[in-house]
Protein backbone atom coordinates (compact mmCIF):
# COMPACT_ATOMS: atom_id res chain seq x y z
CA UNK A 1 0.00 0.00 0.00
CA UNK A 2 1.79 3.89 -0.85
CA UNK A 3 1.89 5.76 2.23
CA UNK A 4 0.18 9.36 1.23
CA UNK A 5 1.04 12.57 2.38
CA UNK A 6 -0.99 15.83 2.67
CA UNK A 7 0.68 17.97 0.21
CA UNK A 8 -1.71 21.00 0.82
CA UNK A 9 -0.60 21.05 4.19
CA UNK A 10 3.08 20.82 3.78
CA UNK A 11 2.52 23.79 1.15
CA UNK A 12 0.58 25.44 4.20
CA UNK A 13 3.97 24.58 6.66
CA UNK A 14 5.87 25.72 3.93
CA UNK A 15 5.71 29.64 3.94
CA UNK A 16 8.20 30.54 6.67
CA UNK A 17 6.20 33.06 8.57
CA UNK A 18 3.71 30.56 8.78
CA UNK A 19 6.16 27.87 9.90
CA UNK A 20 7.46 30.90 12.77
CA UNK A 21 3.64 31.26 14.02
CA UNK A 22 3.45 27.51 14.43
CA UNK A 23 6.68 27.43 16.10
CA UNK A 24 5.45 30.03 18.37
CA UNK A 25 2.27 28.03 19.27
CA UNK A 26 3.55 24.85 19.83
CA UNK A 27 5.39 26.79 22.74
CA UNK A 28 1.74 28.87 24.20
CA UNK A 29 -1.45 30.13 22.93
CA UNK A 30 -1.10 33.63 21.44
CA UNK A 31 -3.54 36.18 20.48
CA UNK A 32 -2.78 38.25 16.85
CA UNK A 33 -1.35 40.99 19.01
CA UNK A 34 1.45 38.73 20.69
CA UNK A 35 2.16 37.08 17.25
CA UNK A 36 2.18 40.36 15.18
CA UNK A 37 4.82 41.25 18.25
CA UNK A 38 7.07 38.29 18.06
CA UNK A 39 6.79 37.87 14.14
CA UNK A 40 7.29 41.41 13.33
CA UNK A 41 4.56 41.35 10.47
CA UNK A 42 2.46 43.73 9.65
CA UNK A 43 -1.63 42.84 11.01
CA UNK A 44 -2.68 42.04 7.85
CA UNK A 45 -0.45 39.57 6.80
CA UNK A 46 -0.52 37.79 9.83
CA UNK A 47 -4.25 37.45 9.76
CA UNK A 48 -4.23 36.32 6.28
CA UNK A 49 -1.99 33.79 7.15
CA UNK A 50 -3.69 32.70 10.45
CA UNK A 51 -6.50 32.44 8.48
CA UNK A 52 -4.70 29.88 6.20
CA UNK A 53 -3.53 27.98 9.12
CA UNK A 54 -7.11 27.84 10.72
CA UNK A 55 -8.52 26.92 7.12
CA UNK A 56 -6.00 23.57 7.62
CA UNK A 57 -6.87 22.85 10.57
CA UNK A 58 -3.40 23.97 12.30
CA UNK A 59 -4.69 26.06 14.38
CA UNK A 60 -7.64 26.50 16.26
CA UNK A 61 -9.30 30.14 17.80
CA UNK A 62 -10.19 30.69 21.44
CA UNK A 63 -12.55 34.31 21.29
CA UNK A 64 -11.30 35.82 24.75
CA UNK A 65 -13.09 39.29 25.36
CA UNK A 66 -12.50 41.43 22.38
CA UNK A 67 -8.84 39.41 21.68
CA UNK A 68 -9.03 35.96 19.40
CA UNK A 69 -6.32 33.58 20.93
CA UNK A 70 -4.79 31.19 18.56
CA UNK A 71 -3.51 27.27 19.72
CA UNK A 72 -1.69 24.36 17.46
CA UNK A 73 -3.81 21.35 16.82
CA UNK A 74 -1.05 19.03 17.61
CA UNK A 75 -3.17 16.03 15.74
CA UNK A 76 -2.12 17.54 12.53
CA UNK A 77 1.11 17.33 12.76
CA UNK A 78 1.45 14.43 14.28
CA UNK A 79 -0.78 13.17 11.16
CA UNK A 80 1.77 14.64 8.69
CA UNK A 81 5.00 13.62 10.32
CA UNK A 82 3.24 9.81 10.85
CA UNK A 83 3.11 9.93 6.89
CA UNK A 84 6.31 10.57 7.07
CA UNK A 85 7.52 8.20 9.24
CA UNK A 86 5.49 5.76 6.96
CA UNK A 87 7.55 6.78 3.80
CA UNK A 88 10.95 6.37 5.78
CA UNK A 89 9.96 2.77 6.83
CA UNK A 90 9.28 1.78 3.78
CA UNK A 91 12.40 3.14 2.41
CA UNK A 92 14.16 1.59 4.89
CA UNK A 93 12.70 -1.96 4.40
CA UNK A 94 13.27 -1.96 0.50
CA UNK A 95 16.41 -0.59 1.45
CA UNK A 96 17.51 -3.88 3.04
CA UNK A 97 15.59 -6.32 0.58
CA UNK A 98 17.67 -4.60 -2.21
CA UNK A 99 14.95 -4.43 -4.58
CA UNK A 100 14.78 -3.07 -8.09
CA UNK A 101 12.57 -2.84 -11.14
CA UNK A 102 14.03 -3.92 -14.41
CA UNK A 103 14.35 -1.56 -16.60
CA UNK A 104 12.45 -2.22 -19.93
Request: include cysteine; charge should be neutral; glycine fraction near 4%.
Amino acid sequence: MMTSVDTDLIRVLADPLRLQIVTLLAHETLCTTHLVEETGAKQTNLSNHLRVLREAGVVETEPCGRFTYYKLCPEVLETLAGSFTALAATARATRSADTKRACP
